[in-house]
């Protein structure tokens, strides 16, 4: 089998928008924040999958603080990226905006990088495609990711854990 072909950051970048309703929300109007992980963990999926063409699945999430509440009437904007390739895993960067439909007015409410392996049709982890970084901004959050991916791996080798 040949070695899958690079792709750009542009090839998988993908946004999801969802009108918060109030079965997303607690007492006090706001979104739970598993809502918006929801969201958050479904777009990064596709753009995942929109990389590798292949199936992937969520290996780890590196952090999410809520900076602001997402409320009831308003649309949740979650946009993604690749911005890291290993041989098999790739990052994700999603940052979550909410937008009142009405005024326009956003909000950035919160950020996360996750990350997700390709799987093969046995459901054995693939490579997957490199990245083809087009400008600076591709590469300097290549770069990061590298580092994060790095800091990921040797967290994992103290915990005597499974590398994401």
Known sequence: MSEPRPKTVQASEVALTQLMLPEHANAFGNVHGGVIMKVVDE???ISAMRHAQRP?????IDSMTFREPVHVGELLICSARVNYVGRTSI??????VAENP???????????YLVYVALDDNGRPCEVPSLELVSDDDRRRHEQGRARQEQRLLRARVKGGKPP
Do not use: F, K, L, Y
């Not at 992937?56 to 780890?60: L, R, S």
């Not at 009405?102 to 996360?112: D, F, Q």
């Open 43 to 45: 777009t990064a999926a």
């Open 102 to 112: 009405i005024t326009g007015r956003r909000t950035h409410t919160n950020s996360a």
């Open 91 to 96: 990052e994700v960067g999603v940052r979550v």
């Open 56 to 60: 992937c699945v969520t290996i780890a």
